[in-house]
């Protein structure tokens, strides 16, 4: 029928226990496949085509642009009103008449074979959009600290990693990488934790002019969305996107309000392709440049660059330089307080003096080396919990 898919999905709801119907195409029709339930009566006002089948035959019911009704059954054979059907089918979606008409006689009385026998000869709305399988190739975006984003993407890669606006940075995998997003995106949250920074990282994933987002904000909570047009289950899916939608309401509490998520989400689904994607992100206060960086191919990332996979054997190692500080650092300190014990000791002679002095001085040497020591070990530590995430 001629209307959007909300519309759609509102009229049938109710009257049909179940089916799935197709976002609008860019001609301003959708497609419903049902299984049982009079719609007849649905949206009278609006042309439509109705392909009824039984286990012996099939109908077509037609409603035109000014409200004429056409029916031919499969019994009833050749005929004007299988001329006018075929005619009205295929001045709506291209096509020649006696083709459609050959079509609707000679197919096997069942819809996948009258669906078959029809794309073939007319461009049949919801052909095109339906569901495409996960590309390979994700986005991940991340608010957090320049250090946090480069360990874990050393962590990760080799990847490509894109420097954004307002603080985001991205990554995406080279062509030769292997990636677990869910590790990775468990990474970035556990050196946020490190840091005492709330971080919301997320990952893209194309499906045709639609795209998958999964944000990440606790520990085992992550939501799944849906951005863009993809065929609606009639009754499953009211409860199904109302949890999903709570789920990223929770996900993004400190970038959006709910009302905000709720009417973005709404109008991503009838705004197919980059543009409503983007306009999405942004309505939520995400990054829109993800979208951007969504459709590039690997090569085309200007600006970017690759960062190699670290092994975690190499990361763990970088432990030993601040541990031998440390020990340095201890040692100083030591020193230093045997010598202030024996200056106090024999303080009212020169050589006490002296030996206080140098006292001082180590003791002066051995804080600042272990304050130099406690910083890189924050450093190291960061590296390794990125590890521990990314190797689990």
């Not at 709506?92 to 096997?108: I, R, S």
């Not at 995106?185 to 709330?198: K, N």
Request: net charge neutral; glycine share 10%.
């Amino acid at each position: 029928m001629r209307a959007s898919q909300l519309e759609a999905v509102s009229a049938l709801e109710g009257h049909v226990a179940t089916g799935r119907v197709s976002p609008t195409d860019p001609s301003g029709w959708v497609a419903a496949a049902l299984d049982a339930g009079d719609v007849s009566r649905l949206l009278p006002d609006r042309p439509q085509i109705q392909f009824l089948t039984t286990s012996e035959t099939f109908a077509v019911v037609a409603r035109s642009e000014d409200g004429e009704r056409l029916a031919w059954r499969r019994n009833d054979g050749e005929g004007p009103a299988l001329d006018s059907v075929a005619g009205m089918i295929a001045s709506t979606f291209g096509g020649a008449p006696e083709l459609v008409a050959a079509a609707l006689l000679g197919t096997d009385p069942n819809i996948n074979g009258i669906d078959f026998a029809l794309r073939t000869i007319v461009d049949l709305p919801g052909r095109t959009i339906r569901p495409a399988r996960l590309g390979r190739a994700p986005v991940i975006g991340y608010d957090g600290t320049q250090l946090a984003f480069d360990n874990t993407a050393r962590l990760a890669g080799p990847c490509l990693c894109v420097a954004g606006r307002d603080g985001w940075n991205f990554m995406v995998p080279a062509a030769d990488a292997s990636w677990s997003v869910p590790k990775i995106l468990a990474a970035l949250r556990s050196l946020s934790s490190h840091e005492g920074q709330p971080v919301h990282p997320f990952a893209m994933w194309k499906l045709g002019d639609t795209a998958l987002l999964r944000v990440d904000w606790a520990e085992g909570a992550a939501a799944l969305a849906v951005l863009g047009p993809v065929w609606q289950t009639l009754g499953e899916v009211g409860r199904l996107d109302r949890e999903r939608e709570n789920r990223l309401i929770d996900a993004l509490s400190s970038y959006a309000d709910p009302s905000t998520v709720r009417s973005a989400l709404a109008i991503v689904q009838e705004t197919p392709g980059r543009s409503g994607i983007a306009e999405f992100l942004q309505a939520v206060g995400l990054p829109s440049q993800a979208a951007e960086i969504l459709d590039m191919r690997r090569g085309d990332h200007v600006g970017a660059k690759r960062l190699e996979h670290v092994p975690m054997k190499a990361a763990k190692r970088v432990l030993a330089a601040p541990r031998k500080q440390q020990i340095s650092a201890v040692a100083y300190l030591s020193l230093g307080a045997v010598f202030m014990v024996l200056g106090f000791l024999d303080r009212d002679s020169l050589p006490g003096v002296l030996i206080l002095v140098l006292a001082g001085t180590f003791l002066m040497g051995g804080a600042v080396l272990w304050q130099v020591a406690r910083a890189a070990r924050r450093r190291a530590s960061a590296s390794t919990s990125a590890a521990n995430c990314t190797s689990q």
